[in-house]
T-cell receptor, first 115, second 113 residues
């Protein structure tokens, strides 16, 4: 079974530039998550999709971050414009149904550096 | 705001030693998970606990869920270098959302050969 795929693995941009990350979840998983993990901290949920609808985006900085899940499968997360404090690893995860007790399968993450 | 605290934040031990890491909250969990994250990778689920007082074993790892479901511990016996990683607990609070999982900051474990 293929795991969660993410690209790119690394990205370096200057502040005020824009960037986009892509995620392909495990086939058949209804729920897709985007997390931000700052160095030394645990993952922080940015947005959770159930199929192609948003379940929770309460911690997504909506003035600069946006996300979509096309046709309930792949997803993209965009930052525009980027700030220095956005430097972090962006993790995508998927789960079968989306209950908090479900196992979440994580991709390898995209390491973003904003200079 | 419900907080999930992990301790210690850092732990460096020699191969063969035992260790315990903790996860605590002032609120009751409906379920709690432990994940391990290696450098450059995403977290991988180790265990899910849902019943107060529950104990689960995974080879040399023993997980306990407190009777009141407010705390959990992870004990590793005879640690090996391959156990090195960031250990994260993640919980959903009773009476809260059934779908929202909150992660702690993690315990960074280094096992030296």
């Amino acid at each position: 079974e293929a795991g969660v795929a993410q690209s790119p693995r690394y990205k370096i941009i200057e502040k005020r530039q824009s960037v986009a990350f892509w995620c392909n979840p495990i086939s058949g998983h209804a729920t897709l998550y985007w997390y931000q993990q700052i160095l030394g901290q645990g993952p922080k949920l940015l947005i959770q999709f159930q199929n192609n609808g948003v379940v929770d985006d309460s911690q997504l900085p909506k003035d600069r971050f946006s996300a979509e899940r096309l046709k309930g499968v792949d997803s993209t997360l965009k930052i525009q414009p980027a700030k220095l404090e956005d430097s972090a690893v962006y993790l995508c995860a998927s789960s079968l149904e989306g209950w908090a007790s479900d196992e979440q399968y994580f991709g390898p993450g995209t390491r973003l550096t904003v200079t | 705001t419900q907080l999930l605290e992990q301790s210690p934040q850092f732990l460096s031990i020699q191969e063969g030693e035992n260790l315990t890491v903790y996860c605590n909250s002032s609120s009751v969990f409906s379920s709690l998970q432990w994940y391990r994250q290696e450098p450059g990778e995403g977290p991988v689920l180790l265990v899910t606990v849902v019943t107060g007082g529950e104990v689960k074993k995974l080879k040399r790892l023993t997980f306990q869920f407190g009777d009141a479901r407010k705390d959990s511990s992870l004990h590793i016996t005879a640690a090996q270098p391959g156990d090195t990683g960031l250990y994260l607990c993640a919980g959903a609070w009773s009476g809260g959302s059934n779908y929202k999982l909150t992660f702690g900051k993690g315990t960074l474990l280094t096992v030296n050969p």
